[in-house]
């Protein structure tokens, strides 16, 4: 589908997302962290706009997402539903504000929610955070999960490899699934799964099914929108695709910009008062 056939003037929410869905239109998402950007996806069509804790990375430089603060979330999410009008626009909780204590994961969320006015929450988890989920769903918010591949565990992984690859952990992964679907979560994303096993969570569940280097047999997509348009350079999974090469055109145009002001050629008279 191209930009020209999007339907821009109408509201994406949770309910149209299950419509999506439903009709086989696959989803748009990408993440986004400041106005500017979160301006210029939604300008586009993006359905889904996700202020992703990878901020921890992406606009923090740290190695892994678990120092971000919900302060910091919210800060970025602030600055995102301020240029947004069309996409939805889903929050991530960051680590510590949700795990092992749903009564302040209720807390968080609800600051999420009022602070920033975005729309839904993402957590990452399945049954051991199940607690949590019921408690901020029972309070109105939309959650949308996350499976698989979760950054926030990473110590407890220890690598960043494809999960869920033996059945144990794949069954462990669609009865997850199955139990976000069954108490109210309006969509999940998985990350970094086998293509097959992806397509059969998609097929079991009613609600959307995101993926990030999941295959195509899911509802939709997600990717970083810092890796997809080339901006970090330093990160290249097999599930990246690079639409752009924007390092290389800044690093072009800061270049010339500073030849220009050694030189005397900027300003021109043109360009002074």
Same mark, same amino acid.
């Given at each position: 589908?191209?930009?020209?056939?999007?339907?821009?003037?109408?509201?994406?929410?949770?309910?149209?997302?299950?419509?999506?869905?439903?009709?086989?239109?696959?989803?748009?998402?990408?993440?986004?962290?400041?106005?500017?950007?979160?301006?210029?996806?939604?300008?586009?069509?993006?359905?889904?706009?996700?202020?992703?804790?990878?901020?921890?990375?992406?606009?923090?430089?740290?190695?892994?997402?678990?120092?971000?603060?919900?302060?910091?979330?919210?800060?970025?999410?602030?600055?995102?539903?301020?240029?947004?009008?069309?996409?939805?626009?889903?929050?991530?909780?960051?680590?510590?504000?949700?795990?092992?204590?749903?009564?302040?994961?209720?807390?968080?969320?609800?600051?999420?929610?009022?602070?920033?006015?975005?729309?839904?929450?993402?957590?990452?988890?399945? @049954?051991?955070?199940?607690?949590? %989920?019921? =408690?901020? +769903? $029972?309070?109105?918010?939309?959650?949308? &999960?996350?499976? *698989?591949?979760?950054?926030?565990?990473?110590?407890?992984?220890?690598?960043?490899?494809?999960?869920?690859?033996?059945?144990?952990?794949?069954?462990?992964?669609?009865?997850?699934?199955?139990?976000?679907?069954?108490?109210?979560?309006?969509?999940?994303?998985?990350?970094?799964?086998? @293509?097959?096993?992806?397509?059969? %969570?998609? =097929?079991? +569940? $009613?609600?959307?099914?995101?993926?990030? &280097?999941?295959? *195509?047999?899911?509802?939709?997509?997600?990717?970083?929108?810092?890796?997809?348009?080339?901006?970090?350079?330093?990160?290249?999974?097999?599930?990246?695709?690079?639409?752009?090469?924007?390092?290389?055109?800044?690093?072009?145009?800061?270049?010339?910009?500073?030849?220009?002001?050694?030189?005397?050629?900027?300003?021109?008279?043109?360009?002074?008062?």
């Amino acid at each position: 589908m191209s930009t020209n056939t999007i339907d821009n003037s109408r509201k994406v929410t949770t309910r149209r997302l299950i419509e999506m869905k439903h009709r086989g239109e696959k989803i748009s998402m990408l993440t986004a962290y400041d106005y500017s950007s979160a301006k210029i996806i939604d300008e586009a069509g993006m359905d889904v706009i996700l202020v992703g804790d990878s901020a921890s990375n992406v606009m923090a430089g740290n190695v892994t997402t678990l120092p971000i603060t919900l302060d910091q979330m919210i800060y970025h999410a602030k600055s995102v539903m301020k240029a947004t009008k069309r996409a939805l626009v889903v929050v991530d909780l960051p680590f510590g504000s949700y795990q092992g204590n749903s009564k302040e994961a209720l807390a968080s969320a609800i600051r999420i929610m009022k602070e920033s006015h975005a729309e839904a929450v993402k957590m990452e988890g399945g @049954a051991e955070i199940r607690e949590s %989920v019921e =408690r901020i +769903l $029972s309070a109105g918010i939309p959650v949308m &999960g996350h499976l *698989g591949l979760t950054p926030q565990s990473i110590n407890k992984f220890g690598t960043y490899n494809v999960r869920a690859r033996e059945q144990e952990e794949a069954d462990k992964l669609i009865a997850d699934a199955r139990l976000l679907e069954e108490i109210g979560c309006f969509a999940i994303v998985l990350e970094k799964i086998p @293509a097959q096993l992806a397509g059969e %969570v998609a =097929r079991q +569940l $009613s609600i959307p099914v995101i993926g990030i &280097g999941a295959g *195509g047999k899911v509802d939709g997509q997600v990717l970083v929108m810092h890796d997809m348009l080339g901006i970090n350079k330093g990160f290249s999974p097999r599930f990246l695709r690079r639409y752009a090469d924007l390092a290389g055109i800044m690093n072009t145009a800061i270049q010339n910009y500073i030849k220009d002001v050694k030189s005397g050629d900027f300003p021109s008279p043109e360009e002074s008062y």
